[in-house]
């Protein structure tokens, strides 16, 4: 993603891509392991290694062999951290400054990430479906699957499955910032203006996910079973569309309410507090539950703003915009 200074780590002969820039301030020391094609584990392994501290992609050479992704990783990881670190005051994923392992090349044309516990994983993609996944917005996705593992604690099906993937999708958007299109940097090289999901219009024709924008939307065969909660990238969507709402405002097709939007200053603050103190611990947490803690965190946060009822009034409306809540 373009040329640029980066920190690493000179070890004996070689330069490690390890940027401890923030373990003086107890913030994590961030390292990028070569997972060169494997499926493995890359917390405390093959960390990434150049001789001259020159990383480039050599175009003749294998897209696993490519250094540009696993210096992406480190620059993404690296903003990711800064974000959550100076908006929310929360440092690292579990909040005490925990290393972060990055696992690039992981897997053959594998086209997906994950977040393993002690980091992210990311797949190179296909070159077609995906052209690798270490995207800003994917560093932040999968990152914010971390935070949620020690704050609110979500589970992964159900209404809670849904919430879950809404807090990736929604911090995603917060730290890339320019729009509302979720892995649009990595979705289809070949194909221009879609995205994995749209959380402006979840259920566009140009998603890869597309979603259902209100919780009683009539289901597609693409998402039949999501009250079940069976895959959480679907019952995300009218939280997603609620967030955007909450930003930028509309009036929701279906529904026809209309809200006026704050911008993301507010929005983010409030989703944070809803996903780390409102509910907290709340593993199978419902969507009029995460209404709520959002609610309390606006009046937690800007009871004595000026603009308090205007903010209040948005967040309430765009969760019943999207059928969420009287
Ligand atoms: N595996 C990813 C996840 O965390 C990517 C995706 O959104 N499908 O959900
Ligand atoms: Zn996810
Ligand atoms: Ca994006």
Known sequence: SGSGNIRTFKDGNNYKLIDNSRVASGGPSIRVCDCDGLFIDPTNSNISLDSDNNWKNSAS??????????????????????????????????????????????????????????GIVFGDGDGSLLDYTNTLDFAAHEFTHGVTDYTANLDYFNQAGGLNESFSDIFAVMVDRGDFLIFEDCTTPTIAGDAGRIMNNPSD??????????????????????FNGQDPHYSSGFVNYACYLMCNGGTHPNSGISVVGIGREKIEKIFFHALSIGLLGNNNATFIECREACLNAVDLIYKNDPEYLRILDTVKNAFTAVGIGP
């Open 61 to 118: 050479s294998p897209r696993k062999l490519h250094q540009g992704p696993e210096v992406d990783a480190l620059r993404f990881l690296g903003q990711v951290v800064d974000y959550f670190k100076n908006t929310h005051n929360w440092n690292s994923f579990d909040n005490h400054g925990s290393p972060l392992y990055a696992g690039v090349h992981y897997g053959d044309n594998e086209n997906n990430g994950y977040w393993i516990g002690t």
């Open 205 to 226: 024709v140009n998603a890869v996910w597309r979603q259902p924008n209100h919780f009683l939307s009539s289901l597609d065969s693409m998402n039949t079973g999501y």
